[in-house]
Nanobody
Framework: VQLQASGGGLVQAGGSLRLSCAASGRTFGSYFMAWFRQPPGKDREFVASIRWNGAGGPYYADSVKGRFALVRGSARSNAVHLQMNSLKSEDTAVYYC?????????????????WGQGTLVTVSS
């Protein structure tokens, strides 16, 4: 399984960005897809997760509830998208997409076996 994250960039506070995570290598029928982020000088933290196919999520960290939305792409795209609105300076981080192929939607990065490269989001105040 390969994950490709894209969509990061520089945005002013209050603005929006859309991150995408495209998967390849196998089908994702029962996978959970997640986004984590690592702010400068801090540990990586959970942002949101969703089951690729069927019921399950989306689930959000309290810090992004009401501002971020995680949605599935089309079945052909094998992608998920993280719409980030009302961005704050504290959202500045490298964002990573991750996946797991066992049940459950944990918030611990150790529970995810597959990772994409990070994409940098910088929010200027």
């Amino acid at each position: 399984v390969q994950l490709q994250a894209s969509g990061g960039g520089l945005v002013q506070a209050g603005g929006s960005l859309r991150l995408s995570c495209a998967a390849s290598g196998r089908t994702f029928g029962s996978y959970f897809m997640a986004w984590f982020r690592q702010p400068p000088g801090k540990d990586r933290e959970f942002v949101a997760s969703i089951r690729w196919n069927g019921a399950g999520g989306p689930y959000y960290a309290d810090s992004v509830k009401g501002r971020f939305a995680l949605v599935r792409g089309s079945a052909r795209s094998n992608a998920v998208h993280l719409q980030m609105n009302s961005l704050k300076s504290e959202d500045t981080a490298v964002y990573y997409c991750a996946a797991r192929n066992v049940p459950g939607a944990p918030t611990s990065e150790a529970e995810y076996a597959y990772w994409g490269q990070g994409t940098l989001v910088t929010v200027s105040s």
